[in-house]
């Protein structure tokens, strides 16, 4: 331990500080594409003649790929080299980016987004777990992930705002061609930055029927989930699509138990409070990520908003973000990451039931603006603090998969969340619609019961961050008790 302790700190040094910048701009261009389309849907709907219920799936469609990969993302680069999986990825993210950009219809923007939520599967895990690996010591971890967490809760909101002014702009395609010039970039930092590594094992171990089954359960899922408004809930098709999803999912939990290179090792979740930190990272991501879907919609379609006024609205959000990630950095040194993250979640869990209130005449400044800041001030610790649990204890040659497992939380959630509350918001306002409510009334009842369920969502997450490890971002040699087992063959 005192060899460890003795180690110099990494992140003092000039090439430490160019790596985290480098690994948080590759976390921050992946999780701002979750966002910065959201704002340039209607747009997209009119040019590329999207149906309501097929425009989700330009947000879906990345969010699933993202997150049902992730995990063969994460133990690719344990097995293969990070830094080889990392350029794989980035290539494909840039190249299905242009080709996104350039999409004549409906059918081949929604290909390239599913294209570039794989290339994305393989960027953030490998990213994360060389920040996990390469900053070894107690504070310079701390810091690290303190940063890393404070960039992903930033770029959802900094996605919409710069969503709007390239919308506003030169046209909703540069939310796309944006990517490409910035991969370069990244390609030339990971070469300087970034040592290479040799494969450490065959393609041979990679968990294939695995890897299918998990994602596709999980699209089959969501597919169902979003589709069950139009369908009915207890129609059979709808009932049957959920079914062949638990299926699936079920005969993963088998194959992992008994293949002998599992796609996920079961044995990890023996490390103290790591399951729990992935769960939690799904309620809340779920609850809050979707909050600007919905929100939105009703500064655009309810209260008349432009494009850019809409992802201007968001800027204070951002801000607050950024300050609240910074001070819970700070405090998780002090008094752990449990705290951070239940007062975290209960916070922005009353932002959401504020906004859950706005009225169809509402106001920026009185029915928008304290609930965002409220939000912004609790999810800041949520990021910072989940991702600093979901790493705690975990040995190196398992950090991939590790980080694989928290930000597959994160992706998947975002999806779910967003087939859930928008079968609750569609829901809501189709009934009073039939009932010839006007349609300004209509939208706004369904984004009221949307975010009154993202609100909940928070407070389960708040509830199940009970169980997590209070990690105080201090090195930790792990032990017979913390290691996996092996996995019997």
């Keep these: 331990m005192a060899a460890t302790t003795a180690q110099p700190s990494f992140l003092a040094s000039r090439r430490g500080k160019y790596t985290l910048a480098l690994l948080c701009a590759i976390a921050f261009l992946d999780f701002i594409d979750a966002s910065i389309v959201n704002i340039a849907l209607p747009d997209i709907r009119k040019d590329l003649d ?28 344990d097995l293969l080299g990070r830094r080889r999986v990392l ?45 996990t690996t390469l900053f070894k010591e107690g504070k310079d971890r701390t ?5 890393w967490g404070g960039v992903a809760g930033l770029a959802s909101a900094a996605g919409v705002f710069l969503g709007g002014v390239l919308t506003e702009g030169p046209g909703w395609r540069w939310v796309l061609f944006v990517n490409p010039p910035i991969a370069v970039l990244l390609f030339v930092g990971i070469f300087w930055l970034i040592p290479g590594e040799r494969r450490r094992a065959p393609l041979a171990n990679f968990d294939v029927v695995g890897t299918a089954l998990v994602t596709g359960g999980m699209l089959l899922l969501v597919f169902a989930l979003v589709k069950a408004p139009d369908q009915g809930w207890g129609s059979g098709r709808t009932i ?17 138990q008994r293949g002998r290179n599992p796609l996920v090792p079961l044995s990890i979740f023996r490390i103290k409070g790591l399951a729990a930190a992935d769960v939690t990272q799904l309620i809340g991501v779920g609850g809050f990520v979707t909050m600007f879907f919905f929100l939105t919609l009703y500064m655009q379609n309810v209260l008349g908003y432009s494009p850019l006024e809409t992802g201007a609205s968001y ?4 801000f607050g973000v950024g300050v609240s990630a910074g001070i819970s950095s700070q405090l998780i040194g002090r008094i752990g ?47 910072v603090a989940t991702t600093t649990a979901a790493n705690a204890g975990v040995p190196a040659d398992k950090a991939g998969l ?67 490890k209070n990690a105080r971002g201090e090195v930790e040699l792990p032990t017979e008790e913390t290691l996996p087992e092996p996995v019997r063959a």
Excluded: C, K
Excluded at 51 to 76: C, D, E, K, N, P
Excluded at 143 to 147: I, M, S
Excluded at 355 to 381: A, C, E, H, N
């Design 50 to 77: 999207f149906s309501v219920q097929g425009l989700q799936w330009v947000i879906s469609g990345y969010l699933l790929t993202y997150g049902g990969f992730m995990l063969l993302g994460g133990r690719a680069g």
């Design 87 to 131: 350029v794989t990825g980035t290539a494909l993210f840039a190249v299905s980016s242009l080709i996104g950009g350039f999409a004549g219809d409906a059918g081949v923007l929604v290909g390239a987004r599913i294209a570039q939520g794989l290339g994305a599967a393989l960027m953030l895990p490998a990213a994360l777990s060389l920040l």
């Design 143 to 147: 810091t690290a992930l303190g940063v």
């Design 240 to 256: 049957g699509e959920l079914a062949g999803a638990a299926a699936l999912l079920a005969a993963f939990l088998v194959n992992e």
């Design 315 to 318: 800027l204070p959000l951002t």
């Design 337 to 383: 990451t449990r705290p951070v993250i239940v007062a975290g979640a209960l916070i922005t869990a009353g932002g959401l039931f504020y906004l859950s209130r706005i009225p169809v005449d509402g106001s920026y400044i009185v029915d928008l603006f304290p609930g965002l800041m409220i939000v912004s001030l609790g999810i800041g610790g949520v990021f």
């Design 402 to 468: 590790a980080a694989a497992l928290v930000n597959s939380a994160q992706q998947i959630g975002g999806a779910l969340g967003l087939a859930i509350f928008s079968a609750i918001a569609t829901s809501r306002t189709d009934h009073l619609l039939a009932g010839h409510r006007p349609v300004p009334d209509a939208l706004t009842a369904g984004f009221h019961r949307a975010l009154l369920a993202a609100g909940i969502f928070l407070v389960g997450a708040a509830i199940i961050a009970l169980r997590t």
